[in-house]
């Protein structure tokens, strides 16, 4: 009861992007999802299905959980992609600086001998 009020509380203050635009478009054909929606209409006998569909009520908390996973996963594989590039970076610069130093301690006028 707790989990389906506080997604009766996130549904309102949803954006209207997201009350508009699904979260995942559907890859079934129109046929198979007319089909899928008979199946889901028709009159559970196992009581497995009936129990499912005391939950489908969560389908929209799940798609979202799903979506803010997805999205923390490409945020960790974006966070560590740009560490590597600042490692890679750091290194040029150490190497830039060792050079410089290098070229200041080499006397400008030729040796004499």
């Given amino acids: 009861q707790r989990i389906l009020r506080l997604a009766e509380m996130c549904r309102r203050l949803e954006t209207e992007e997201e009350k508009v635009l699904p979260f995942y478009p559907s890859s079934l054909s129109e ?3 007319q089909k ?28 979202r959980f799903n979506k803010a996973k997805l999205e923390e996963k490409g945020m960790e594989r974006a966070r560590a992609a740009l560490a590597d590039r600042n490692q890679e970076l750091r290194g040029l610069l150490q190497q830039y600086l060792a050079g410089a130093t290098l070229n200041q301690k080499v006397p400008k006028d030729p040796h004499p001998l």
């Fill in 31 to 33: 046929w198979e999802q």
């Fill in 36 to 63: 899928a929606r008979k199946v889901l209409e028709e009159a559970a006998s196992e009581p497995l299905a009936r129990v499912m569909k005391d939950y489908l009520g969560l389908e929209r908390f799940w798609q």
